[in-house]
């Protein structure tokens, strides 16, 4: 016989559906933690193009006639200070609320064994050690006095043949095959002497050896002394960073960066790069340090390389957070477009919610597309929000042991790698669980999709799902920060930080730290080794220290890309200096690993 069920009201079913919806929408939530796959993205919308301009060749310079510095030569004028977006108020009580653990994360799992570090015997990460060796390291610039306003802030470019490395106050060429200084170090003022103003002063260097191109690209900011900023760029005439004929080796080229009133300057300026274009995004304040958003640029290459003219395109507040809450859409404070190499079919551009004091999963993945015709038609640039599968926080200022002074770290991406499909990120969260709050970093391996031509030509962003994202060397009370993620063709990882652990029986500063990962590792999984979590490291222990009040927000990798020399990365950053007389110094290192 069949039993007919008993009636429900639609009101009753529609509260069953809901609470289901809730109960799985919670535990996404939590899943999200620590977890792969396709994630929901919001529908993409496209930029207005803000304004285009063009950047006049302004002279050339020649590194024959530069001189060189000489040991414990600083610049000029002192580098500008670092700024937030929030008020020393406001970043003040976020700060006591997440030393407590309040409106933070919870660290997705904690790492416990860390301090069994791999010997420098270890076969080769082609080989299967689990952490990339190190096959040099070499130190680059004179250590410098810390002060609250001069972190070294790396950049770092390499060919078969040189390694070129910056800080805000110089340009130094090494040689790849020993890390031994070639040619400088040169002050950033000289290496821009055509164009530099009087009183001026630098920070933020970027760097790219354009192997599609075969030309060194470097890009500063230059300060006035009113608080206004130019982006310089300098372009190499030939592959060489120091041609020694005709001699006059960069074309230098400077455009004012007052993009959002005339009182603005961009600051923590990002470097991208693909065949057709340079992208360079920054943030921007007014003279009286008050964030006013973001701006995107984007130059011709090709007028860049061969012309005395570069035509350049500028999209202003295009790349937002998830939250809504500053009159509509809240700009990204930190963004970041891809170091790209090959014909790809767009230039990418990530951010984060870091900046805004708030918990948060969201990656806003966006793309540059129609680059082809970039001298003569402006690019399309479309953006949207992605759930990028860990939940994540600003992070707390590191503390340093021996009573040292705290300092604050750098927020949200610095540099991205596009390569096989994948999108290469990190940045620095803090976490709590049940023994305190710390920092550690976020890595995310993200492949990030366009529309077809159909529904739009040119393409539009369609969404970034995490192929796998997590956290590394969570320790309550240690502090790891300037995250580097390198990928493979073939899917390896390798991963960079700097790390501060004041807790007893660590005592370390400003420790320079990394591991790796193979394709081939369980998803989710960074420098796994029965059990433990394995890494190398470098650094002061013990007595050094840095007195600055802010670490430097740029460290750096790059890879030589020729197959003669594949699998080697040079890396660069800085950590607390090993003066013999233990003044607190800032020291930098370039150091090349093995990645594969």
Request: hydrophobic share 35%; charged share 10%.
């Amino acid at each position: 016989m069949r039993v007919r069920p008993p009636a429900v009201s639609w009101r009753i079913a529609a509260s069953v559906v809901i609470s289901l919806v809730c109960v799985l929408a919670l535990l996404g939530v939590v899943g999200a933690q620590f977890s792969n796959g396709n994630r929901a993205t919001s529908k993409a919308t496209q930029a207005t193009l803000s304004s285009r301009g063009s950047a006049r060749m302004m002279g050339t310079v020649d590194l024959r006639n530069l001189p060189a510095m000489k040991a414990g030569q600083t610049t000029s004028a002192p580098g500008h200070a670092s700024r937030d977006r929030m008020t020393q108020q406001q970043r003040a009580a976020y700060y006591v609320q997440a030393q407590r653990g309040a409106n933070i994360p919870k660290a997705p799992h904690v790492d416990p064994q860390l301090a069994s570090t791999r010997s420098t015997t270890d076969p080769k990460f082609l080989g299967g050690a689990i952490v990339p060796p190190l096959l040099l390291n070499a130190p680059t610039f004179i250590s410098q006095p810390s002060n609250a306003t001069s972190p070294p802030d790396m950049a770092l470019a390499t060919d078969l043949s040189y390694v070129m490395a910056g800080i805000d106050a110089a340009v130094g060429i090494y040689r790849a095959t020993n890390g031994a200084l070639a040619y400088g170090p040169y002050t950033a003022d000289s290496f821009f002497q055509p164009i530099t103003h009087a009183n001026d002063t630098f920070s933020d260097p970027q760097m790219n050896y354009d192997v599609m191109r075969d030309r060194w690209i470097v890009t500063y900011l230059e300060w006035t002394p009113g608080g206004l900023s130019y982006l310089d760029i300098a372009v190499s005439t030939s592959n060489s960073p120091t041609q020694p004929a005709p001699g006059a080796q960069y074309h230098e080229f400077q455009i004012p960066t007052t993009f959002l009133g005339s009182d603005t300057a961009c600051d923590y300026q990002t470097l991208g790069i693909e065949y057709y274009s340079l992208t360079v995004t920054c943030v921007e304040f007014d003279t009286s340090n008050v964030f006013k958003g973001n701006t995107t640029i984007v130059l011709d290459k090709n007028s860049l390389l061969n012309s005395n003219t570069a035509t350049y395109y500028t999209f202003n507040n295009a790349v937002n957070t998830s939250l809504n809450t500053c009159s509509g859409p809240c700009p990204a404070f930190r963004l970041s477009p891809a170091i790209e190499d090959g014909v790809q079919d767009g230039e990418f551009i990530v951010a984060t919610d870091t900046g805004y004091g708030v918990t948060s999963s969201n990656l806003t993945p966006c793309a540059l597309t129609n680059l082809n015709n970039v001298s003569t038609t402006a690019p399309t640039l479309t953006c949207g929000l992605n759930n990028l599968g860990v939940s994540y926080a600003d992070p707390l200022p590191a503390q340093q042991f021996g009573g040292h002074p705290d300092f604050t770290v750098g927020l949200g991406t610095k540099q991205i790698y596009y390569k096989a499909g994948r999108l290469f990120v990190s940045f620095t969260s803090a976490f709590t669980s049940q023994d305190g709050a710390g920092d550690a970093p976020v890595w995310a391996e993200v492949q990030p999709q366009l529309s077809t031509l159909a529904s739009h030509s040119p393409q539009w962003v369609n969404g970034a799902p995490s192929a796998q994202a997590s956290t590394f060397f969570f320790i309550a009370g240690a502090y790891s920060y300037n995250p580097t993620l390198m990928g493979t063709d073939e899917g390896d990882m390798l991963l960079t930080f700097n790390q501060t652990n004041p807790t007893p029986n660590h005592t370390s500063n400003s420790l320079v730290i990394w591991t790796g990962r193979k394709a081939t590792d369980a998803p989710n999984t960074m420098g796994q080794d029965a059990g433990t979590f394995s890494y190398k490291s470098f650094g002061a222990i013990g007595s050094e220290y840095v007195a600055a009040s802010h670490w430097s927000d740029y460290a750096a990798c790059a890879v030589p890309l020729n197959s003669v020399t594949r699998g080697k990365v040079w890396c660069a950053g800085d950590f607390a200096g090993e003066d013999p007389s233990h003044n607190p110094t800032w020291s930098t290192w370039i150091y090349e690993l093995r990645l594969e």
